[in-house]
T-cell receptor, first 118, second 115 residues
Framework: AQTVTQSQPEMSVQEAETVTLSCTYDTSESDYYLFWYKQPPSRQMILVIRQEAYKQQNATENRFSVNFQKAAKSFSLKISDSQLGDAAMYFCAYRGLSYGGATNKLIFGTGTLLAVQP | EAQVTQNPRYLITVTGKKLTVTCSQNMNHEYMSWYRQDPGLGLRQIYYSMNVEVTDKGDVPEGYKVSRKEKRNFPLILESPSPNQTSLYFC??????????????FGSGTQLSVL
């Protein structure tokens, strides 16, 4: 079974600084997607960034980028120029594509609570 | 506006009193699912549905029921709630994913407390 591990329950960063959130996963599949979701205090689940496993290039979305290391099964999220609005719970998630991949099921990590200090 | 609507947002109930959390989407999505979120455990899938009258268990289905009589609605039913079902619940929907990446749309969550 696939698993997703986030080993940092909490992290803190100064405003305007850079922070990296870690995520590792375990799978025997070769084809899959990885995601980072942001959950602010409003509880809304907001997709931050996604990565297709077959793409070697790391995904970027404005101040958010990932370091995808497929062989190491590592998928970290880097937030540059941190802003107060980045304070939230961040979840790493995996979606496998075996067996047709028809179920859009996500397997989530346990989350990292990010605080941004002014 | 494309959205997944869950109701209620907050619910406090007592052990054994049947309840239903509603979920409705306006995007004509085939796929719908329910997750529960617990501290230290992340989100875990409860049930999912690939289309009308097609439902299947996720990873933590015990104590829950679902139905999919209409494409837009996917209610979550707790027939005899227990305190260990106190959790934050999310409904999500998307087009059928096959091998592409179909964006998963989440509802705004239902915080359930079972006393």
């Amino acid at each position: 079974a696939q698993t997703v591990t986030q080993s940092q329950p909490e992290m803190s960063v100064q405003e305007a600084e850079t922070v990296t959130l870690s995520c590792t996963y375990d799978t025997s599949e070769s084809d899959y997607y990885l995601f980072w979701y942001k959950q602010p205090p409003s509880r809304q689940m907001i997709l931050v960034i996604r990565q297709e496993a077959y793409k070697q290039q790391n995904a970027t979305e404005n101040r958010f980028s990932v370091n995808f290391q497929k062989a190491a099964k590592s998928f970290s999220l880097k937030i540059s120029d941190s802003q107060l609005g980045d304070a939230a719970m961040y979840f790493c998630a995996y979606r496998g594509l075996s067996y047709g991949g028809a179920t859009n099921k996500l397997i989530f990590g346990t989350g990292t609570l990010l605080a941004v200090q002014p | 506006e494309a959205q997944v609507t869950q109701n209620p947002r907050y619910l406090i109930t007592v052990t054994g009193k049947k309840l239903t959390v509603t979920c409705s989407q306006n995007m004509n999505h085939e796929y719908m699912s329910w997750y529960r979120q617990d501290p230290g455990l992340g989100l875990r899938q409860i049930y999912y549905s690939m289309n009308v009258e097609v439902t299947d268990k996720g990873d933590v289905p015990e104590g829950y029921k679902v139905s999919r009589k209409e494409k837009r609605n996917f209610p979550l039913i707790l027939e005899s709630p227990s305190p260990n079902q106190t959790s934050l619940y999310f409904c999500a929907s998307s087009l059928l994913a096959t091998r592409s990446n179909e964006k998963l749309f989440f509802g705004s969550g239902t915080q359930l407390s079972v006393l």
